[in-house]
């Protein structure tokens, strides 16, 4: 067990509690005595080496238990954060630790204590936590914001940045022993609290890693409003069937992966790709199950293409070429409805109307959300001049096949904050960068078999433990990197990206390839195997 958590020697010496050093027993009444009156403690449980622990199917958002444990203690807590609200958080305190803390995420309008992502970092040797963010719900579901507005704040901001205070407390009583360094690492709506944490609470964290984060709430909800809605209603003769997807995404393939410079099956620069969808158009006597309509094609270039509205209004960036295989969250409608991810948080966020028509959607509704920004959830404050200050680092990634938040809207993010921030002085490269993962889809994943893995936020279930197997550093873990740059100054010039034949480690590698700082992009040095990262390199375009 300890060698394991020795793995990242380059980081120099870590310090590690002992079980028999520690100041409090793994007991309910112990915790008890060390919190505030606002908080309780639900329970603390030892868990044996090799053990699991979790929610269960009682956690909506987070069903499946942590497994193969390290030794440590679970224990819950519930925090009042006003008269009518209250929110849960678990941690993880491992046995062996390594004096360092780390907080993770949730996605969607999900609510639940992510214990499988915690597992994963108690292999490191963190101490970790999540929050349900004062809510249990699955990721689609808003109805538990209906007419709720301390809960929309609590899973806005409130209860991440309440249950990391809280947490810093009982650890360093729990080890008798200060937290050296505090991470975070979370995806989609995990990647917008991480950057939410480090525009309001700029102190909570050493380094952040986020991913496809869904920081832009008031244009992304009702962009996935808009979005549905191309594609809608199913019987229109402009509506495009989830059957003629792979149709569609067979097309772009053939079309873009050449003109990024090298046939691979993989596209690394779809926004470099001269597109003509009128290849796909259906001829006199074409069987219209293997190609498009003339209104059909209209759609696909409303997918295609920002969503701007009254006055030339940019509201939200298009989803990618390469993105098709994940269109049936968002196009793929089947309820005759867009999706839920956009008409649950307009009804219940926005107009406290469960029954609300989504036909009156109209630009009026993203004026609505602007104005109100319920819970205050958006992250769009391109000010990080705080957390450069203080000697915070950010390392952010995103999926160039996601079907579910457009890359586009993390490349706004990027240059938003290089605008602010460059002419203060700040070079982003100091302290923040950008990595877009070519073939990626949501989180993790990837679109013909393109290398994704790099042990980002969520990506070791059902992959591993831990780390990335047979390469445990920080060249291919984008947590020992973030540690890496945080602790010894070493910055990230690449990440290199794993894919496991059928995503299965035991069956070997099968593709590494690096991704590279946002705007560089990986290029073949043209010799060598294709599927070898260091027959890549990272480079400009220009």
Request: hydrophobic content about 40%; charged content about 15%.
């Amino acid at each position: 067990m300890l060698f394991k958590l020795l793995l990242p020697l380059f980081l120099g010496a870590y310090i590690y509690s002992y079980a028999e050093a520690f100041a409090l027993e793994c007991d309910k009444s112990a915790f008890a005595a060390i919190i505030p009156s606002s908080a309780t403690i639900l329970y603390a449980e030892k868990v044996s080496a090799n053990g699991s622990f979790g929610g269960g199917a009682a956690d909506l958002e987070f069903p499946t238990n942590a497994t193969e444990l390290p030794e440590l203690c679970a224990i819950a807590v519930n925090v009042i954060s006003s008269n009518v609200s209250s929110f849960n958080f678990g941690l993880f305190l491992p046995a062996v630790w390594n004096s360092r803390f780390i907080a993770t995420g949730n996605g969607g309008f999900g609510g639940g204590i992510n214990w499988p992502v915690m597992g994963t970092f108690s292999h490191y040797g963190f101490a970790s936590m999540s929050t349900d963010t004062g809510h249990i719900s699955i990721s689609s579901n808003a109805s538990w914001a209906l007419d709720a507005p301390e809960k929309r704040t609590d899973w806005g901001y409130r209860a991440m940045h309440g249950s990391i205070v809280l947490s810093k407390q009982i650890i360093a009583v729990y080890y008798n022993s200060s937290i050296k360094y505090s991470y975070y690492s979370g995806c989609s709506t995990g990647g917008r609290q991480g950057l939410k944490e480090a525009e309001m609470f700029p102190d909570d964290f050493d380094g952040i890693v986020v991913g496809a984060p869904a920081w832009w709430t008031t244009h992304l909800q009702t962009w996935s409003t808009k979005v549905g809605m191309y594609n809608l209603p199913t019987n229109a003769s402009h509506h495009i069937p989830d059957s003629l997807f792979s149709t569609i995404s067979a097309e772009v393939f053939r079309q873009c992966d050449p003109q990024d410079g090298l046939v691979d099956n993989i596209i690394s620069d779809p926004a470099g790709c001269d597109f003509f969808p009128e290849a796909l158009l259906c001829g006199s006597d074409s069987n219209t199950s293997a190609c498009l309509t003339a209104p059909q094609i209209e759609t696909l270039y409303h997918v295609y293409n920002d969503y701007v509205d009254v006055n030339q209004t940019f509201v939200f960036p298009h989803l990618e070429l390469g993105s098709e295989d994940q269109w049936s969250v968002l196009l793929g409608v089947t309820d005759d409805e867009p999706s839920p991810y956009g008409i649950s948080y307009i009804s219940n966020f926005l107009m406290n109307d469960p029954n609300w028509d989504w036909h009156d959607f109209d630009y009026s509704v993203v004026e609505l959300a602007d104005k109100l920004d319920p819970g205050n959830a958006t992250a769009n404050n391109f000010n990080l001049s705080s957390f450069y200050s203080k000697g915070g680092k950010l390392m952010q990634y995103h999926g160039l096949a996601d079907g579910l938040i457009a890359t586009g809207s993390s490349v706004y993010f990027y240059k938003h904050v290089l605008r602010t921030l460059l002419p203060k002085g700040i070079e982003l490269d100091d302290f923040y960068r950008f990595f877009l993962v070519p073939g990626m889809q949501h989180c993790s994943g990837s679109v013909n078999d393109a290398p994704w893995y790099f042990a980002g936020a969520s990506q070791n279930e059902d992959i591993a433990t831990y780390s990335t197997p047979g390469f445990m550093d920080s060249k291919h873990d984008i947590l020992l990197a973030l540690m890496s740059w945080v602790e010894n100054g070493t910055a990230p010039d690449k990440i290199v990206a794993t894919k496991y034949t059928n995503d299965t480690v035991a069956q070997g590698v099968s593709r590494q390839r690096p991704i590279c700082p946002f705007p560089k992009q990986a290029r073949y040095i043209g010799t060598g195997d294709v599927n070898v990262a260091k027959n890549w390199k990272c480079e400009l375009l220009y």
